[in-house]
């Protein structure tokens, strides 16, 4: 019998020995491009974690692994550790990660002058092309940033820029409502209702628009017409704009709607 716990002593000793050299290879010297895979698809876990940083120490200035690394501590809200790494990102290839950095900036942090200052750098490193950061034109981003620091004018600028970018009909719905948000702040009542409509020219769904159309209604004592827009709005707030991970600096409520309809007596 000791003979027998020997054997499968022995036998166990070089099945863990052959599995940790198996885990060593598999960690430091595959294939690069299959343990970037690997940790990436097991995104923000320890494993992950630690295999990014061997492939860090073994490529200390490739900018995918840092921009990989850092996304899930900036979803999970670490943003000291994820800026941390994504900084390295933009270090190395600030082309393609600027914009990202100020779109983070902008819709997570909400360091406007941060966005700003990405955005016009990204610029300068691309001339005669309109970036796109994240998939959102570069301006309609610059637009959400002044309109943050409340500087409307600046706002209108870059949201028309932006419409200008993409063609009146192919805009980012979004740019209407915020012209006529600007405007509404700069008590250009007429030029607020103009920007609304022409955001409703595409969609008659967008209840952002329908709330600003209420609001410059009933400023210019237009009051029946307020009532009109503010049920409206109410009617297609489903269709609110709406991210599960931030909030949007012109993103509506149902209480704004109750309020004001309660105040028109609608």
């Not at 009542?189 to 020219?201: C, D, E, P, V, W």
């Amino acid at each position: 019998m000791k003979k027998v716990f020997k054997i499968f002593k022995i036998l166990l000793s070089v099945v863990l020995t052959a599995y940790s050299i198996i885990i060593i290879f598999f960690l430091f010297f595959s294939d690069k491009e299959k343990r970037y895979d690997f940790a990436s698809n097991l995104q923000g876990n320890y494993l992950s974690q630690s295999m990014f940083e061997i492939l860090k120490f073994q490529n200390p200035q490739n900018d995918e692994i840092y921009f990989e690394q850092s996304v899930p501590y900036n979803k999970r809200g670490d943003h000291e550790r994820g800026f941390e790494l994504l900084d390295k990102a933009v270090e190395y290839n600030p082309r393609v990660y600027l914009g990202y950095r100020g779109y983070m900036k902008l819709r997570f942090i909400r360091d406007f002058e941060g966005a700003i200052k990405d955005f016009n750098k990204l610029d300068k490193l691309t001339p005669n092309v309109i970036d796109t950061p994240w998939g959102e034109d570069i301006d309609f981003l610059r637009g959400e940033a002044y309109y943050g620091l409340g500087n409307y004018k600046k706002a209108i600028v870059h949201f028309n820029q932006s419409i200008e970018n993409q063609g009146e009909d192919w805009a980012e719905i979004q740019s209407y409502v915020y012209l006529g948000n600007s405007e509404l702040q700069l008590e250009n009542f007429q030029k607020a209702i103009n920007s609304y409509k022409r955001g409703l020219t595409q969609s008659k769904f967008v209840c952002e628009a329908h709330l600003g159309l209420a609001k410059a209604y009933k400023e210019i004592g237009e009051i029946e017409k307020a009532k009109e827009h503010i049920l409206k709005a109410e009617k297609h707030y489903r269709y609110k704009r709406n991210d599960p991970y931030n909030e949007f600096l012109n993103e509506i409520y149902k209480t704004d709607i109750v309020t004001l309809k309660n105040d028109l007596g609608a």
